[in-house]
């Protein structure tokens, strides 16, 4: 294994904390990797990581090293980056992380529609509600909806989406529709996350936000799993207008309480830090940009995406 190989394989087991998962990441075995970090620290004279059964962490001369690997293995790419970059033409692979709701309604059909328009791209979409640092897990761009984490990494705003509270009428005809927020106390509400008899949801009144306890009587980590459950007259929700957008336009939901609804989401382009830009990742977040738009219409584009 040649130094830079070695130095990217380090780099690897110190974000990762396992030589298994950098093996399994940089497609190579775990005696390689192994190898390819002893040879370094042969060469450097000095103990690069710590091993324990469960755990790899650096030593203060690892942490050091790892710092300017990540620096060095940056300049390299940026200089390869920029010399295919003389074509402008983005090529390759472009791995593509997004939130599960948000990637099934919209990221597929769009991803679809970009490749059509970028044939030499080759696009790898993984599609999960949990966070992921674009670095460790050698991804290009991730989408995020909502606040984000303090964290190194670059972000772009790609759009945004308005908050609902939606329920079916045949729920509202049966249990009548709160007038206040302070009504919801007595509803049975669907709410995004693990079972608890109540939540609490961030609501508006009166131009101050708070928080408001709400009983759930069904809770879900999925948004498509719970408009299901309004839509069916299960209880009152609180959604992005994203998912439940096309169903109160449909009839099948109705917007309640609409001036105490939480502020918009945020939906944004995370990549990594200290990175040249590459063509594939700059065209793809234009792409986005361009086809949501500063203030989407989620019912027309849930239309012209069927």
Same mark, same amino acid.
């Given at each position: 294994m040649d130094k830079l190989d070695a130095m990217a394989a380090f780099v690897r087991v110190v974000?990762?904390?396992?030589?298994?998962?950098?093996? +399994?990441? !940089?497609?190579? @075995?775990?005696?390689? $990797?192994?190898?390819?970090?002893?040879?370094?620290?042969?060469?450097?004279?000095? +103990?690069? !990581?710590?091993? @324990?059964?469960?755990? $790899?962490?650096?030593?203060?001369?690892g942490l050091a090293y790892y710092e300017r690997c990540l620096s060095i293995l940056a300049q390299v790419e940026e200089t390869e980056q920029q010399v295919s970059r003389l074509h402008d033409e983005p090529k390759g692979v472009l791995k593509i992380n997004g939130p599960l709701s948000f990637g099934t309604l919209y990221l597929g059909k769009l991803v679809a529609e970009f490749m059509l328009r970028y044939q030499d791209l080759r696009v790898e979409l993984s599609l999960t509600d949990r966070y992921i640092d674009p670095l460790e897990e050698g991804v290009d761009v991730t989408l995020r909806i909502g606040i984000l984490k303090d964290s190194s990494l670059i972000a772009r705003r790609v759009s945004s989406t308005r908050m609902m509270i939606v329920a079916s009428p045949v729920y509202l005809k049966a249990n009548g529709t709160p007038k206040?927020?302070?009504?919801?106390?007595?509803?049975?509400?669907?709410?995004?996350?693990h079972t608890t008899s109540m939540q609490k949801w961030s609501l508006t009144d009166a131009g101050k936000t708070s928080s408001r306890a709400v009983g759930s009587c069904m809770a879900s980590t999925n948004g498509d799993v719970l408009r299901d459950a309004a839509v069916a007259g299960i209880g009152i929700?609180?959604?992005?207008?994203?998912?439940?957008?096309?169903?109160?336009?449909?009839g099948r939901l109705r917007s309640i309480l609409p001036k105490h609804a939480p502020a918009?989401?945020?939906?944004?382009?995370?990549?990594?830090?200290?990175?040249?830009?590459?063509?594939?990742?700059?065209?793809?977040?234009?792409f986005l940009v361009e086809k949501f738009g500063k203030k989407p219409d989620w019912n027309s584009l849930a239309r012209d995406l069927a």
């Amino acid at each position: 294994m040649d130094k830079l190989d070695a130095m990217a394989a380090f780099v690897r087991v110190v974000a990762s904390g396992s030589y298994a998962e950098a093996a +399994r990441r !940089l497609g190579l @075995t775990r005696s390689a $990797v192994s190898k390819g970090v002893m040879e370094l620290e042969h060469d450097l004279g000095v +103990r690069l !990581l710590d091993r @324990t059964t469960r755990r $790899v962490t650096p030593t203060e001369a690892g942490l050091a090293y790892y710092e300017r690997c990540l620096s060095i293995l940056a300049q390299v790419e940026e200089t390869e980056q920029q010399v295919s970059r003389l074509h402008d033409e983005p090529k390759g692979v472009l791995k593509i992380n997004g939130p599960l709701s948000f990637g099934t309604l919209y990221l597929g059909k769009l991803v679809a529609e970009f490749m059509l328009r970028y044939q030499d791209l080759r696009v790898e979409l993984s599609l999960t509600d949990r966070y992921i640092d674009p670095l460790e897990e050698g991804v290009d761009v991730t989408l995020r909806i909502g606040i984000l984490k303090d964290s190194s990494l670059i972000a772009r705003r790609v759009s945004s989406t308005r908050m609902m509270i939606v329920a079916s009428p045949v729920y509202l005809k049966a249990n009548g529709t709160p007038k206040a927020p302070a009504d919801l106390a007595g509803h049975r509400c669907l709410t995004y996350g693990h079972t608890t008899s109540m939540q609490k949801w961030s609501l508006t009144d009166a131009g101050k936000t708070s928080s408001r306890a709400v009983g759930s009587c069904m809770a879900s980590t999925n948004g498509d799993v719970l408009r299901d459950a309004a839509v069916a007259g299960i209880g009152i929700a609180l959604l992005p207008e994203f998912i439940v957008g096309p169903d109160v336009a449909a009839g099948r939901l109705r917007s309640i309480l609409p001036k105490h609804a939480p502020a918009d989401l945020e939906i944004h382009a995370l990549y990594a830090p200290n990175r040249y830009l590459a063509a594939k990742t700059r065209v793809f977040i234009d792409f986005l940009v361009e086809k949501f738009g500063k203030k989407p219409d989620w019912n027309s584009l849930a239309r012209d995406l069927a």
